[in-house]
T-cell receptor, first 112, second 114 residues
């Protein structure tokens, strides 16, 4: 079945850039997502990328997709303490009946 | 403002009890999902539903059932709760259209089975 892998933990200093990596196995993945979960909360969609793109930028967030290697990354520029959270990578096919497959989540800890 | 509401934030139940977790969405979404979230395991899909009275098993359906009698409501049922079902449960919904349709999540229900 589909599998999505992420490293479990990342620690950075405030003001640095953070890069969270993800690999997936399903070659039919059409959409790839990054979700953020703050403590005690549900998941919030941060950004997504369509599989025929290789980069997407949205303010401090940059998503890079290497479709050949099935590798996705999320770069957060000028990381702030408010960015401390768990970040989930997820993938989905194109069908309206497709389900999201999530990675295990990367806990980002930003220290002052 | 779009909303997925889970009826309880925290629940404590005894082993063997029948437990109902309720989820309501106000966006007229066809698709609804139940996940459980455990540290180090991420989100795992329990059941999902494409429409009223329809249900499909996810990756870990054992010990759970679901009910979708109305479009806006999707219930997760633990027929006989066990301690290994202690977890965070997340409900989500999205439109069934082809292409990129955003999934919206509830705040989660943290269930403890003692």
């Amino acid at each position: 079945g589909e599998d999505v892998e992420q490293s479990l933990f990342l620690s950075v200093r405030e003001g640095d850039s953070s890069v969270i990596n993800c690999t997936y196995t399903d070659s039919s993945s059409t959409y790839l997502y990054w979700y953020k979960q703050e403590p005690g909360a549900g998941l919030q969609l941060l950004t997504y990328i369509f599989s025929n793109m290789d980069m997407k930028q949205d303010q401090r967030l940059t998503v890079l997709l290497n479709k050949k290697d099935k590798h996705l990354s999320l770069r957060i520029a000028d990381t702030q303490t408010g960015d401390s959270a768990i970040y989930f990578c997820a993938e989905k096919g194109d069908s309206g009946y497709s389900t999201l497959t999530f990675g295990k989540g990367t806990m980002l800890l930003v220290s002052p | 403002d779009v909303k997925v509401t889970q009826s309880s934030r925290y629940l404590v139940k005894r082993t063997g009890e029948k437990v109902f977790l309720e989820c309501v969405q106000d966006m007229d979404h066809e698709n609804m999902f139940w996940y459980r979230q455990d540290p180090g395991l991420g989100l795992r899909l329990i059941y999902f539903s494409y429409d009223v009275k329809m249900k499909e098993k996810g990756d870990i359906p054992e010990g759970y059932s679901v009910s979708r009698e109305k479009k806006e409501r999707f219930s997760l049922i633990l027929e006989s709760a066990s301690t290994n079902q202690t977890s965070m449960y997340l409900c989500a919904s999205r439109l069934r259209g082809q292409g990129n349709t955003e999934a919206f999540f509830g705040q989660g229900t943290r269930l403890t089975v003692v």
